[in-house]
Nanobody, 124 residues
Framework: QVQLVESGGGLVQAGGSLRPSCAAS????????MGWFRQAPGKEREFVAA????????SYADSVKGRFSISRDNAKNTVSLQMNSLKAEDTAVYYC?????????????????WGQGTQVTVSS
């Protein structure tokens, strides 16, 4: 089992920045690709960003490319999402997830473990 706990969400004005983080425990963190997903009220959960086990390979949804950056620290068992130039449409609950697949994925069904989520609210 892998336990994931997100933190660092909050309320920010449009154009501002936030950096939610996710702390992992339970199994060897570097054996898992990690992803961030989000879900806004009344909408389906959507992919935001993913990072490979080593941290070398990253991928982003088109809607956040150039504004968000995912990173991980395998020594500290954490993954973070630097969010800049935030927009009102970025408002959602953000979830981190862990996948035992060899490569990171944009599909939620490829992730076995999920955190409880952290709320990000961007006021316009």
């Amino acid at each position: 089992q892998v336990q994931l706990v997100e933190s660092g969400g909050g309320l920010v004005q449009a154009g501002g920045s936030l950096r939610p983080s996710c702390a992992a425990s339970g199994r060897t963190f570097s054996n898992y690709a990690m992803g961030w997903f989000r879900q806004a009220p009344g909408k389906e959960r959507e992919f935001v960003a993913a990072i490979s086990r080593s941290g070398v390979t990253t991928s982003y949804a088109d809607s956040v490319k150039g504004r968000f950056s995912i990173s991980r620290d395998n020594a500290k068992n954490t993954v973070s999402l630097q969010m800049n130039s935030l927009k009102a449409e970025d408002t959602a609950v953000y979830y981190c997830a862990a996948s035992s697949r060899l490569s990171s994925s944009t599909y939620a069904r490829h992730y076995e473990y999920w955190g409880q989520g952290t709320q990000v609210t961007v006021s316009s």
